[in-house]
């Protein structure tokens, strides 16, 4: 059996940068995972050496792929930043002309896809993921060819949802998606063992996020659905400067308090002149499966009302159910495991209403 200090062993037979130590004595190996006959990890490289740097990740996959036994490598560039680099000009706040169409300078698209849904959460807990897997299976079951990356690089949660512990194979410089319940699908949890922090700065995330999305062969994809993590930092706003996104979907259970969490992430597109397609009420209400009550748990209706109040879609309500949690923690979402039951069709209807509401909607490029 292969174990990791095989793996070191070999990786420590290239040469690190400027032809000076190796690999693991200069402590540049990261993420390392072994599935099987499988080996997965990280070379962390200077961000402005990157490109650069390109035959030395290749020379790592080849001595690691002499190991017998092993029958796939894939090593992964992420770049961090110096953090002793003179940090940019703040930037003026006198006001700037305009560019001349409008709205923020033109972004470049992802190769092969279409259309990129942001779905967004406020605060964590919501069941944004969740939302955001079902939801893609129900664009695919309307007729779309569609991905779906995890944007989440510190809590990736895909590959459980889908079922798939996969390895993406590379070819030359770049990713093959995973295939996964008909999905294309990207997701740091494919690279790293489902146990191993993340513990990385944010340059390294962002780097590692740019390259989920432009260095992957996706498509061809009419839709790439992006699983955001929580929040309104660093994630968030690289995706919404780098892609032109054809939108983003907001996920809220009917609390106040998550309300208030959604709020922030609806004005945060709204800032970066990114379209709101709508509002999902998430958790919406419980129905007992032993004697059919009703309860709301978490209230009900707020999503609904504050889509009202912002003059905003609401695309509708999913409940909090057993089978939706229990579909999702076994790796066969409700979507594609029960494409006939009342939740299926509720993701259905969803999915109807946002490419509704693309079709309306000019994408920010």
């Known amino acids: 059996m292969v174990t990791e200090a095989d793996v070191k062993a070999k990786l420590a037979l290239v040469t690190g940068p400027d032809k000076q130590g190796d690999l693991v004595s200069l402590g540049m190996i990261e993420g390392l995972s072994i599935r099987g006959d499988r080996v997965t990890f990280v070379i962390k490289v200077p961000a402005a050496r990157a490109r650069e740097l390109e035959p030395m990740r290749q020379a790592a996959e080849q001595v690691v792929a002499e190991i017998p036994g092993i029958s796939g490598v894939t090593a992964v560039l992420t770049a961090e930043r110096d953090p002793n680099a003179k940090p940019p000009e703040m930037p003026s706040l006198k ?4 560019p001349p169409h409008g709205g923020l300078k033109p972004k470049a698209p992802i190769a092969n896809v279409g259309a990129v849904i942001a779905v967004a959460s406020g605060k964590g807990g919501v069941g944004k993921s969740t939302t955001s897997v079902n939801l893609a299976l129900a664009l695919k079951a309307e007729g779309k060819r569609v991905g779906i990356l995890d944007a989440d690089i510190y809590g990736p949660s895909l590959p459980r949802m889908l079922g798939s512990t996969m390895r993406p194979e590379s070819v030359g410089q770049r990713m ?15 690279l790293v063992d489902e146990a191993a922090p993340m513990v990385w700065r944010g340059p390294m995330v962002m780097s590692a996020l740019t390259q989920m999305m432009r260095e992957v062969d996706w498509g061809p994809l009419d839709v790439l659905v992006v699983d955001m993590p929580p929040g309104t930092g660093d994630a968030q706003l690289t995706l919404c400067q780098s892609v032109p996104l054809a939108g983003a979907v907001i996920v809220s259970t009917p609390q106040d308090i998550a309300l208030i969490d959604a709020r922030k992430g609806l004005n945060m597109f709204r800032k970066v002149e990114v379209p709101v ?3 999902i009420e998430n958790m919406s209400y419980f129905l007992c499966p032993s004697c059919g009550d009703r309860s709301d748990i978490f209230g009900h209706g707020g999503a609904r009302e504050e889509a009202a109040k912002l003059g905003i879609p609401f695309l509708g309500e999913i409940p909090l159910h057993m089978d939706i949690r229990r579909n999702a923690d076994a790796g066969t979402p409700v979507v594609a495991s029960e494409p006939d039951s009342a939740h299926a069709q509720a993701y259905r209807a969803i999915a109807r209403g946002v490419l509704e509401q693309m079709a309306k909607e000019p994408a920010t490029a």
């Open 176 to 190: 093959k998606p995973i295939e996964a319940q008909g999905l294309q699908v990207m997701s740091m949890g494919f």
């Open 95 to 98: 006001p700037k002309k305009a």
């Open 277 to 279: 397609l709508g509002i």
